[in-house]
């Protein structure tokens, strides 16, 4: 599908549209609120593409520096986050994936505003974004409520985000770095009634259009504070979404421009001109920006620049943009993605590499020859340069204190690091029509038809035995058509396939404690909170699995770490004094708890430690 012309890229960042204003003094120090919208394509934006209606954020982009197409350096909820808030690129922060945890080694721009004095708070709306997968360093607040979902597809909505953040917003202290998430727009696509539009993307706009609806009523909230120059407001979203564009419906499978390229919006009366640049500035770009205007602490050598001297009209060299997604091979085992790209050209690395010209080609529609072309050449050469850099250390994915005390609960970490891709994977391009089944697999399975899900993925796996996605996820189906046996196989398969994907160690921990193999299953339990060491899920599991495994002390030891995440479960509460010998209390909180949710007796009545001590 033929890109639109808006997202021809210019080489400088120079040219001001509007005479500059000052230049921003040092350590002016404004609040900060930095808004972001999961899932946006700049298209789906009225002062972009006109063919959408979004007042709000039209006007905001009317009175800041705004810029059509930012770059992603993934389109990926939580890797891209990540990088939003260090400056880093996924290589370098470790966040490679949703569900890894970022190391507690890097250095985040809540960190450095707050210890500049800014009060800070967040509030997410997406599972890919709670507090333990390490965002929340930094935040005074970090409001991670997700009401809505099912089974870790949890999410807020825009409305309910705007009245937590406004809550918040009106009384904080000055200043503040607040950043606020919608994810609305990320599939399935479910606005209400009321903005739904017509044609093939009308819910997935209509998303669009809800959320633009909750940031008018946010920046109403905010009153006077909003139109004053002690605001700088920061409007970006994490990457866009395929809707079809070179067959992709969703996003992360490709590094197209359909799902990463980004509206990026500062406004700031007063001290930057309201201007409109089309330029490749890229989200690793927004943190050591916000640092160099508010004279806080410099972050620890980000791969992202400053844009201070554009935001002042000063001509500035673009620099290079590398993008990258993994989840071809984190999911299927097929090769990962690689690109960059400047102001004109973009080199796709993949087993069949691409070459775009993106002023005459906007769309990626048409490869030049990626072999021999000087172009790909001096873009591979810009690859390497970028690549010199060190990964971070964040790969590792618990830091000392977790590993030693899994230590000495007797499990020393036997997963290992995370997985390599070898060479002469398949190419994503080549294997589109299995991700369209498995997604299809994946919907039915979410939507209860699981027999139907399941014969899906047996389909993918007769053909390719190895495919991750469906390995994982046929031995969910089989668990939950009670086929425990099978789904263990299956699920123990899954967990070699990728040692380290901690929903894998999940499902099968789930089923082996189904079958009272409550040993082997707190060995899941364990790389999984070596995975996710701040998972509230991780250490109460494995507490449990070693209270019905007779191993009381170490129970006791990971259900107060549990405990640490969330004191006031009372399920928690009474296997903990039952591990630490204090049985009396154990059936007073069970007696309370049981008063207060009487539902939760089936499931209290199958574990074999509380069982006997029901009323």
Do not use: C
Not at 226 to 240: C, F, I, N, R, Y
Not at 426 to 439: F, G, S, V, W
Not at 497 to 522: C, H, N, V, Y
């Amino acid at each position: 599908m033929t890109r639109p012309a808006w997202l021809t890229l210019a080489v400088l960042l120079g040219a001001a549209a509007a005479a500059p204003l000052p230049a921003v003094p040092p350590k002016a120090r404004p609040s900060i609120l930095l808004i972001t919208i999961d899932t946006l394509r700049p298209d789906a934006l009225g002062w972009v593409a006109g063919r959408n209606s979004t007042p709000a954020i039209d006007r905001l982009a009317r009175e800041g520096l705004r810029f059509r197409s930012a770059v992603s350096p993934v389109p990926l909820t939580g890797p891209a986050h990540a990088s939003l808030l260090t400056g880093l690129l996924p290589r370098r922060h470790g966040v490679r994936d949703n569900g890894q945890m970022l190391g507690a080694t890097i250095p985040t721009l809540a960190e450095q505003l707050r210890r500049h004095g800014y009060a800070t708070a967040a509030f997410v709306s997406g599972y890919p974004l709670q507090r333990f997968l390490g965002l929340d360093r930094g935040f005074d607040v970090y409001d991670d409520a997700l009401p809505h979902g099912s089974e870790g597809w949890l999410e807020r909505k825009a409305g309910e985000t705007t009245t937590a953040a406004l809550e918040w917003l009106r009384s904080a202290r000055r200043p503040f770095f607040a950043w606020v998430h919608y994810y609305d727009p990320h599939d399935p696509y479910d606005p209400p009634r009321v903005f739904w539009k017509p044609g093939p993307r009308g819910a997935y706009d209509g998303e669009v259009s809800y959320v633009d609806d909750a940031l008018g009523r946010l920046r109403e909230g905010l009153g006077a504070l909003a139109d004053g120059g002690d605001l700088l407001l920061v409007l970006t979203a994490d990457h866009g979404e395929g809707l079809g564009d070179h067959r992709e419906k969703t996003h992360g499978f490709f590094v197209y421009d359909s799902t990463v390229a980004v509206p990026l919006v500062f406004r700031w009366p007063g001290r930057i001109s309201p201007a409109e640049k089309d330029v490749p500035v890229r989200l690793i770009d927004v943190a050591p920006t916000l640092v160099d205007l508010t004279g806080a602490p410099r972050l620890d050598g980000p791969d992202g620049v400053s844009l201070v001297p554009l935001l002042e009209g000063q001509p500035q060299q673009a620099a290079a943009a590398l993008i990258e997604t993994r989840l071809p091979w984190i999911y299927f085992g097929w090769s990962p993605l690689k690109a960059v790209r400047d102001g004109r050209f973009k080199l796709v690395d993949a087993p069949r590499p691409e070459l775009y010209d993106l002023q005459k080609d906007p769309g990626e529609s048409s490869s030049l020859d990626a072999r021999t072309h000087p172009e790909a050449r001096r873009l591979r050469q810009e690859m390497e340069r970028i690549e010199r850099r060190p990964p971070a250390a964040a790969s590792r994915p618990a830091d000392p204190e977790i590993l030693e005390r899994l230590r000495a609960l007797g499990y020393v970490g036997a997963g290992g690091a995370l997985s390599a891709p070898p060479d002469g994977l398949p190419d994503p391009k080549d294997r589109i029509a299995d991700r369209d089944r498995l997604t299809e697999a994946e919907q039915l399975l979410r939507g209860g038809s699981v027999e139907a899900a399941l014969r899906i993925f047996d389909d993918v796996l007769s053909r390719e035995p190895e495919n991750r996605a469906a390995t994982l996820r046929s031995g969910v189906a089989l668990l939950k058509l009670g086929r425990i046996d099978p789904a263990i196989e299956r699920l123990e398969r899954s967990v070699r396939l990728d040692p380290a994907r901690a929903e894998a160690r999940f499902a099968l921990g789930d089923a082996l404690m189904r079958t009272g193999r409550f040993r082997e299953a707190a060995t899941q339990w364990a790389e999984m909170a070596r995975l996710q060491p701040s998972r509230f899920e991780a250490w109460a599991n494995l507490g449990t699995a070693l209270l019905n495994d007779g191993r009381r002390p170490e129970a006791a030891d990971a259900l107060r770490r549990a405990l640490a995440i969330r004191p006031d479960d009372p399920v928690i509460r009474a296997r903990h004094a039952v591990s630490s010998g204090r049985t009396a209390e154990a059936r007073t909180i069970l007696a309370a708890a049981l008063a207060e949710r009487p539902e939760l007796r089936p499931t209290l009545a199958r574990d074999p430690a509380l069982a006997a001590l029901l009323p």
